[in-house]
């Protein structure tokens, strides 16, 4: 079971709650770009086990998006945080690097 | 002018805790920056009451709703919801807002007796316990498959809005919950029975 707090509302919501958004932080290539940029936007994706940045949506609750970083091994959460963001925030590798000392930062 | 009809037509069952379809009630859903003094102001003059801290309901002969960073629940008499939307377009003309009228498009049920906070928690997986959902508090989640926003009155009402097309499926759904026996006594005493 996994219980995210969404920031924009301050609800523990359960993960039925939630709509999965995928992978966070992903550079948009559009019109113009190279077709190695685009396949890699359209389809690559990080399958980790540990430390992962997801995007998130409060479906059944306020509706707001956020982002996400947790654990996939443990389920672990170290942080939501707001959607409106091209990465995660300091506090939000700190969290991550004060429980998991050997991680190497964000991909 | 034809009669408003609320979705079940005052549907009500009686179980370990008593359900209704409420009549029909007025319902105003605002949408704009909540820290405008416009949007504080209107909101004041229409209801009588703040706008409620996030996660908050203030209920008094009218009602509003906190629902998400941008959006308000306003309740209040079917009869006054066009003469409100018209004071809203007439007080935010310069504020970008939006106001819908959601009265037909919404379903309310009124939940009475000793276990509502029971019957409650066999179908959602908010926590439902006086800590986490005290008077005052609107938790919007879901019962069972459809989204719901509910909040208690006091230790013997709670209140749930739904969608009007799930109205059936809602009422059934809090109809098997409080069916007698099945209570599971987590918060009422007594209830089980």
């Not at chain 2, 459809?146 to 059934?172: K, L, Q």
Request: charged share 20%; proline share 7%; aromatic share 6%.
């Amino acid at each position: 079971m996994l219980i995210l707090t969404c920031p924009c509302c301050n609800i523990a919501a359960d993960e039925t709650e939630l709509l999965p958004g995928g992978q966070a932080h992903i550079t948009r290539h559009g019109p113009g770009s190279d077709d190695a940029d685009f396949e890699t936007y359209l389809f690559m994706r990080e399958n980790p086990k540990g430390v992962h940045f997801e995007r998130w949506r409060h479906s059944m609750g306020c509706g707001k998006w956020f982002h996400a970083a947790r654990c996939t091994a443990t389920l672990e959460v170290f942080a939501t945080y707001s959607a409106q963001t091209f990465g995660p925030p300091q506090h939000v590798i700190d969290a991550i690097k004060s429980r998991r000392p050997d991680w190497q930062g964000p991909v | 002018m034809s009669e408003p009809v609320s979705p079940l037509n005052g549907a009500a069952y009686d179980g370990f805790v008593s359900v209704r379809e409420t009549g029909s009630c007025g319902m105003i859903t605002l949408r704009g920056d909540l820290s405008d003094p416009v949007v504080q102001g209107v909101v004041k003059t229409l209801t009588g009451v703040d706008i409620p801290a996030m996660g908050k309901i203030t209920i008094g002969k009218t009602g509003c709703a906190w629902m998400s960073p941008d959006e308000l629940l306003l309740l209040l008499p079917r009869a006054d919801v066009s003469a409100a939307l018209g004071e809203i377009a007439q007080a935010m003309r310069e504020t970008h807002h939006l106001a819908a009228d959601v009265s037909d498009a919404r379903a309310l049920f009124n939940i009475t007796g000793a276990g509502v906070r029971d019957v409650l928690t066999k179908l959602t997986p908010a926590d439902v316990s006086p800590v986490a959902l005290p008077v005052g508090t609107m938790r919007r989640t879901r019962l069972a498959q459809v989204p719901a926003a509910i909040w208690i009155d006091d230790e013997t009402t709670a209140n749930v809005i739904c969608f009007r097309s799930v109205a059936r499926y809602m009422f059934d759904l809090l109809c098997t919950s409080a069916k007698p026996g099945g209570a599971p006594g987590l918060f009422a005493q007594g209830s089980e029975q």
